[in-house]
C-alpha cells in the first residue's frame, strides 16, 4: 500500500515562500512519477509540477514557471515543492500523487495518478 504525506504548507504574505514535502513509503518509487496539484474551492483540480523519480525528468505548469520548483530527495524517498514569490492566487489545498505508470516522461493528467496524500493548505494573503 502506498502512502503519501503532504507537510509544508501554511498563512504566508504574497511575495513570500513556503516548501512542500510530500513523504512517499509502501513500496519503491524508483521508476514512477511524483506529481504536486492543487485545488482551491469550487475550482477544478491542476497541475502545479511533477518529477520523474527515474530520471529527474521534470514538468512544470507555466503558471508557476519561474518560481515553483519540485525536486526529489531518493534516500528519503520524499519530493519537495519549493514555492517563491506566491501570490493570493496561489491558494489552494496542494496534493502529491503518484504515477505508478513506469512514464518516462511526467504527466501533467491528474486521472493518471494512482495514488493521493491528504493534502496541505497553503494561504497566500494580500
Known amino acids: 500500500q502506498v502512502q503519501l504525506v503532504e507537510s509544508g504548507g501554511g498563512l504566508v504574505q504574497a511575495g513570500g515562500s513556503l516548501r512542500l514535502s510530500c513523504a512517499a513509503s509502501?513500496?519503491?518509487?524508483?521508476?514512477?512519477?511524483m506529481g504536486w496539484f492543487r485545488q482551491a474551492p469550487g475550482k477544478e483540480r491542476d497541475f502545479v509540477a511533477a518529477?520523474?523519480?527515474?530520471?529527474?525528468?521534470?514538468n512544470t505548469a507555466d503558471s508557476v514557471k519561474g518560481r515553483f520548483t519540485i525536486s526529489r530527495d531518493n534516500a528519503k524517498n520524499t519530493v519537495y515543492l519549493q514555492m517563491n514569490s506566491l501570490k493570493p492566487e496561489d491558494t489552494a489545498v496542494y496534493l502529491c500523487?503518484?504515477?505508478?505508470?513506469?512514464?518516462?516522461?511526467?504527466?501533467?493528467?491528474?486521472?493518471?495518478?494512482?495514488?493521493w496524500g491528504q493534502g496541505t493548505q497553503v494561504t497566500v494573503s494580500s
Open positions: 518529477i520523474s523519480w527515474r530520471n529527474g525528468r521534470t
Open positions: 509502501g513500496r519503491s518509487f524508483s521508476s514512477f512519477t
Open positions: 500523487a503518484a504515477d505508478l505508470s513506469f512514464s518516462p516522461d511526467p504527466n501533467s493528467d491528474y486521472r493518471v495518478y494512482h495514488y
